[in-house]
Every structure is written in structure tokens, then in C-alpha cells.
Nanobody, 121 residues
Framework: QVQLVESGGGLVQAGGSLRLSCAAS????????MGWFCQAPGREREFVAA????????YYADSVKGRFTIARDNAKNTVYLQMNSLKPEDTAVYYC??????????????WGQGTQVTVSS
């Protein structure tokens, strides 16, 4: 069992940056693949980025490639999402997720409560 708590969301102008953090409980953080997802109003939750247990492999949705960076610090039980060149269409609730098994864009086992990101034009 792992509990996830996101932070770092807020209101930013288009072109700006935010860094989201997700703190995980427990001693087994390093055994989980971690991912970020987002859900905009009226839309289904979408995959944003994922990172392998060691942090050596990452995967991104096409819409964020070159703008967002996922990273993790296993010593701090934390995963990050650096969001640059933000666009109004990035506005959504962003969720952190953890899964056992291989890196994936779907089927995560544990979810955080989400943090709101709003990008104004």
C-alpha cells in the first residue's frame, strides 16, 4: 500500500512554468513505476508522463514532449513533474499514480487526490 500526496499546482500565465511534486508514503517507493495524469473538465483522465523505478526510463504523451519533464528522487520518496511553456489547454487536475510492474500509460494501482493547474491566456 502506498499513499500519494500531490502539491505545487496553481494559477500561471501561458508560457509560464510550474513544478508539481508527489510525496509517497512507505519504504517501497523505489519498487513502483510512477506516473502523472491529468483530467480537464468534461474530459476523461489522460496520461501525461511515466518514469521507471530507477528513473532511467521516461515516457511522455505527445502533447507534452519537449515541455514537461518527469523525475524522481527515491531517497525522498518523491516524483516531480516540471511543466514549462504551459498552454491554456494544459489546464486540468493533475494526478500522481503508482503501479507495480512495467512502465505503462494505463492501469495504475494507487492514486493521489490531485492538484489543480490553471493556465490563463
Amino acid at each position: 500500500q502506498v499513499q500519494l500526496v500531490e502539491s505545487g499546482g496553481g494559477l500561471v500565465q501561458a508560457g509560464g512554468s510550474l513544478r508539481l511534486s508527489c510525496a509517497a508514503s512507505g519504504r517501497t517507493f523505489g519498487t513502483y513505476v510512477m506516473g502523472w495524469f491529468c483530467q480537464a473538465p468534461g474530459r476523461e483522465r489522460e496520461f501525461v508522463a511515466a518514469i521507471s523505478r530507477s528513473g532511467g526510463n521516461t515516457y511522455y504523451a505527445d502533447s507534452v514532449k519537449g515541455r514537461f519533464t518527469i523525475a524522481r528522487d527515491n531517497a525522498k520518496n518523491t516524483v516531480y513533474l516540471q511543466m514549462n511553456s504551459l498552454k491554456p489547454e494544459d489546464t486540468a487536475v493533475y494526478y500522481c499514480a503508482a503501479r507495480a510492474g512495467a512502465i505503462s500509460t494505463t492501469r495504475y494501482d494507487y492514486w493521489g487526490q490531485g492538484t489543480q493547474v490553471t493556465v490563463s491566456s
